[in-house]
């Protein structure tokens, strides 16, 4: 069973930052292409980057450059840095591994991220 454990969520008022932590299994991290989506009351869930196993990133054009990921394969961790939090990136957060060209994926339970202004 694959799992995928997020934490770093909270309350934040506008302008502040916060990271968000994804731990899974070692026996997958190393294959797995990972990714932080996010879904908004009443909205689809969006993507917000991925980095495969090799290091390379993908991000969306809604980040605006002020999110980052990073992954730590000493420590099987995907990181999601977010700074300049605004009211709009109010969502719940989640972590995703996949591989097999896609075919194989997982989530995360989701984390709460609440922008305050």
């Known amino acids: 069973q694959v799992q995928l454990v997020e934490s770093g969520g909270g309350l934040v008022q506008a302008g502040g930052s916060l990271r968000l932590v994804c731990t899974t299994s070692?026996?997958?991290?190393?294959?797995?292409?990972m990714g932080w989506y996010r879904q908004a009351p009443g909205k689809q869930r969006d993507l917000i980057a991925t980095?495969?196993?090799?290091?390379?990133?993908n991000f969306a054009d809604s980040t605006e450059g002020r999110f980052t990921i990073s992954r730590d394969s000493t420590k099987n961790t995907v990181f999601l840095q977010m700074n300049s939090l605004k009211p709009e990136d109010t969502a719940i957060y989640y972590c995703?591994?996949?591989?097999?060209?896609?075919?194989?994926?997982?989530w995360g339970q989701g984390t709460q991220v609440t922008v305050s202004s």
């Open positions: 995703n591994a996949q591989w097999n060209r896609g075919r194989t994926s997982y």
């Open positions: 070692g026996s997958i991290f190393s294959i797995a292409t």
């Open positions: 980095i495969t196993p090799g290091g390379s990133t």
